[in-house]
């Protein structure tokens, strides 16, 4: 697995993550036995950004990552999410008590501002934030679906952290951050966690070069997700409920392409 720096810390976040939407949703007990195993065997290839929500299955994703990290704390790093529902101040600290209880953890690492609330001051969001830090319950704050405009805002109402993530949609098919966030990313050390980089399942397969496949003896969901964090300001957080998934997807950045094979893509 290769590792990235989280923003400006020195803390090391595996370039494939996995994500969770929709993990903790299961119709029977194998499927849920599924779910864990495959979070255990991402663990178990290097990958240890996992990325949830409050939000996700109503907080069934939280508790179900906290019966798949159960006795492996200290091989993961977990991010999750408050809605954006709970951006005042006391609402953001009851919040991540919750995601504490059903993550069955003392620490979050990265806690994350799911979507901007323009009905909120940010700088009362990111007091409560840099309280949670102050008090040991967060290690470090981030945003998500947050515009350079927004993000600006965001660092300019912390007072001592930095703000280490966005979280946005990335991927072959949706390439819109590379208009100004991600260079904006990149130019202030700010980690871009790439979301559906799998365009949610859809792969535009005829996209993907077959001399890349060919060469590498990579699939197409590998060629995606090696493309989309070939800049070390970016890391990616696949959704898969499929053991073989995980595989595929921890083994997509084994090596790295030349700048003109990306280029083609
Ligand atoms: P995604 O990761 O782009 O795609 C997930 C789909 O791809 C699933 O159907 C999965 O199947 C399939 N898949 C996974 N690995 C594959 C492989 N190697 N080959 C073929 N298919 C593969 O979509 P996403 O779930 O929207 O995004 C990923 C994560 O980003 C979410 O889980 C969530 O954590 C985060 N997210 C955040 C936001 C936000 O607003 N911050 C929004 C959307 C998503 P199986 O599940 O059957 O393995």
């Not at 990958?47 to 409050?54: G, Q």
């Not at 946005?168 to 260079?183: A, C, K």
Request: with cysteine; charged share 25%.
């Amino acid at each position: 697995m290769e590792y990235r720096r989280l923003g400006k810390t020195t803390e090391k976040i595996s370039t494939i993550g996995m994500g969770t939407w929709r993990i903790g949703s299961y119709h029977s007990r194998e499927e849920r036995t599924d779910q864990i195993r495959t979070i255990r065997r991402g663990i178990e290839l290097g990958v240890n950004l996992i990325d949830t929500a409050e939000m996700y299955g109503e907080g069934r994703s939280e508790q179900l990552v906290a019966e798949a990290i159960s006795g492996l704390r200290d091989s993961v790093f977990i991010a999750t999410k408050v809605l954006p529902d709970h951006l005042h101040h006391d609402d953001v600290i009851t919040a991540c008590d919750r995601s504490l209880q059903r993550l069955g953890v003392r620490t979050v690492d990265l806690y994350q501002i799911h979507w901007p609330n323009t009905n909120v001051p940010i700088r009362e969001t990111m007091s409560a934030m840099e309280e949670l830090v102050r008090v040991g319950k967060v290690r470090y704050i981030g945003v998500s679906n947050f515009s350079v405009r927004q993000t600006e805002e965001a660092r300019e109402a912390l007072t001592r952290s930095e703000l280490v993530s966005n979280q946005v949609e990335y991927s072959i098919s949706n390439r819109s951050v590379e208009d100004d966030l991600l260079p904006h990313c990149k130019r202030e050390r700010i980690t871009l966690i790439a979301y559906s980089p799998l365009a949610r399942g859809a792969i535009p397969t005829s996209r993907v070069p077959k001399t890349l496949l060919q060469k590498y003896g990579m699939t197409p969901a590998q060629i995606m997700l090696n493309w989309a964090t070939r800049d070390e300001a970016v890391v990616a957080i696949p959704k898969a409920a499929r053991t073989d998934h995980v595989e595929e997807n921890a083994a997509s950045v084994s090596v790295r392409f030349g700048q003109q094979e990306y280029d083609l893509i």
